[in-house]
């Protein structure tokens, strides 16, 4: 798989893995259409699980490989990582702010951004695509990186990166979940969950793209895109996947998904990378 994969540039490779996660999200959107739907303790189960992926991948896939390159340069070895870290987490902070989105489980009145007529549906898959946006750049940023430092033995692998986009698309199935199982409970139609469901994470392969096209062609703003990219996904987890995976009740079971996930990922990061 790997070496198939490294014939292409890296650009290709983060759109291929972009729609591999988005595709994922997908698979997980269209189990809606099963007869009997994942209990609310499953989900929570997810969630948590999807936010100790991310928790392990921003350090192992993201972080590392940042300090590593942070090591080259002329300034202090903490100083990129920190940098880009704090303006990822600044940069989502911003957009939730400003951004009208609807977060998992919320009633309407708790929609945060500036004032909006959208509806419900509207707000949730905003809320999701703001959620994808790190994650594509993550996997962009991660296989650009590849490229960008192949004489640094500490540094990004494309092994690495194909293990990353394979973690966050295992994280993405229960995230498919999560945004078309309520629509549905709601009264909106399963074709209809499926599609939003989905087109949450239509971000992803864009996101990618732009990650990776942009440390290709600017090679002295990997460490701090790769941090940038660790800030992002940190912010998410913090801000909206463990609160959504706690709201319920599952506190437990929520928590107990967050260790199998950063294990999981912490697994598949150090065997293939």
Excluded: C
Excluded at 68 to 83: F, G, H, I, Q, R
Excluded at 161 to 187: C, D
């Amino acid at each position: 798989m790997l070496t198939w994969l490294s014939q292409f540039h890296p650009v290709v490779q983060a759109l291929l893995a972009g729609l591999f996660t988005w595709g994922l999200t997908a698979l997980g959107a269209a189990v809606v259409f099963l007869r009997r739907t994942p209990s609310q303790k499953l989900l929570d189960a997810m969630l948590g699980f999807a936010a100790g992926v991310m928790i392990a991948a921003s350090y192992w896939s993201l972080l590392a490989p940042s300090i590593a390159y942070a090591e080259t340069s002329a300034l202090p070895v903490w100083l990129p990582p920190a940098l880009g870290f704090l303006l990822g987490a600044g940069f989502l902070r911003l957009a939730d702010h400003y951004m009208p989105h609807l977060n998992l489980g919320a009633p309407d009145d708790e929609a945060e951004g500036v004032r909006t007529t959208w509806r419900r549906t509207t707000l949730l898959i905003v809320a999701m695509a703001l959620h994808n946006i790190p994650e594509g750049l993550a996997i962009g940023v991660a296989f650009g990186a590849v490229q960008a430092g192949l004489d640094l033995p500490t540094g990004a692998t494309l092994a690495s990166a194909a293990a990353l986009a394979l973690g966050i698309g295992i994280q993405n199935f229960p995230e498919g979940i999560a945004v078309s199982m309520p629509l549905r409970r709601e009264g909106v139609g399963r074709g209809t969950s499926f599609w939003y469901g989905q087109l949450s994470a239509v971000v992803e392969p864009v996101a990618a793209v732009l990650g990776a096209a942009a440390v290709t062609l600017f090679a002295p703003l990997l460490s701090y895109a790769l941090a940038f990219a660790a800030g992002a996904m940190i912010f998410v987890v913090v801000e909206e996947l463990i609160p959504a995976a706690h709201q319920d009740g599952h506190s437990d079971i929520a928590t107990m998904g967050v260790i199998v996930g950063f294990t999981v990922m912490m697994i598949l990061d150090v065997a293939l990378g």
